[in-house]
């Protein structure tokens, strides 16, 4: 699954530990999603979505081969 997690944080001039810690997860947490090797749940995806002001299909794109 892509994300915009990286751009988003680019345009709030976030690090990856100051949004871990926006959110209640660690730095590592950031950089697994940002690198697509974690999907977050959804919980955490709503948490992201709130801290950037946006609609969490504005941060998360499902792929081709993301669909049923």
């Keep these: 699954m892509k994300n915009r997690i990286k751009e988003y944080r680019a345009r709030y ?3 990856q530990d100051k949004l871990a810690k926006l959110i209640g997860v660690t730095r ?5 999603i940002e690198k697509e090797k974690m999907i ?3 919980l955490l995806a ?3 979505a709130r801290v950037f ?3 969490v299909e504005d ?6 081969d993301d669909y049923l």
Excluded: M
């Design 40 to 42: 977050p749940s959804i």
């Design 13 to 15: 001039n976030y690090s």
């Design 59 to 64: 941060l998360f794109l499902l792929g081709e």
């Design 53 to 55: 002001q946006c609609n």
């Design 28 to 32: 590592q947490t950031i950089g697994f």
């Design 46 to 48: 709503i948490k992201l």
